[in-house]
Nanobody, 120 residues
Framework: QVQLVESGGGLVQPGGSLRLSCVASGSIVNIPTMGWYRQAPGNQRELVATITSGGRTNNVDSVKGRFTISRDNNKNTVYLQMNRLKPEDTAVYYC??????????????WGQGTQVTVSS
């Protein structure tokens, strides 16, 4: 099986920064796409950013210029650097991976979520 473990969430003041990390482990051949989603109370889960194994990124408009997604393919790790955080960024952030497993079975996996709270 495959596990995703996130870290780096917490409480930060508006204008501050946080860096989220997510490590994938298990029977992995390749991870074509990794990314981050978030879900605020009462809202649906929404895309924040994705990155392919080749480094192509996609960010939602509300975080462009503030958040940067990156990954280390050798470590099966994806990062989300969040700068100039706003109260509306408060949510549970979920790591996502589109994984090609041993046996060439493709499946999607999610992390357990990490809370990000932006408040003074």
């Amino acid at each position: 099986q495959v596990q995703l473990v996130e870290s780096g969430g917490g409480l930060v003041q508006p204008g501050g920064s946080l860096r989220l990390s997510c490590v994938a482990s298990g029977s992995i051949v390749n991870i074509p796409t990794m990314g981050w989603y978030r879900q605020a109370p009462g809202n649906q889960r929404e895309l924040v950013a994705t990155i392919t194994s080749g480094g192509r990124t996609n960010n939602v408009d509300s975080v462009k210029g503030r958040f940067t997604i990156s990954r280390d393919n050798n470590k099966n790790t994806v990062y989300l650097q969040m700068n100039r955080l706003k109260p509306e960024d408060t949510a549970v952030y979920y790591c996502y991976a589109d994984v090609l497993k041993v046996g060439f079975v493709r499946a999607n996996y999610w992390g357990q979520g990490t809370q990000v709270t932006v408040s003074s």
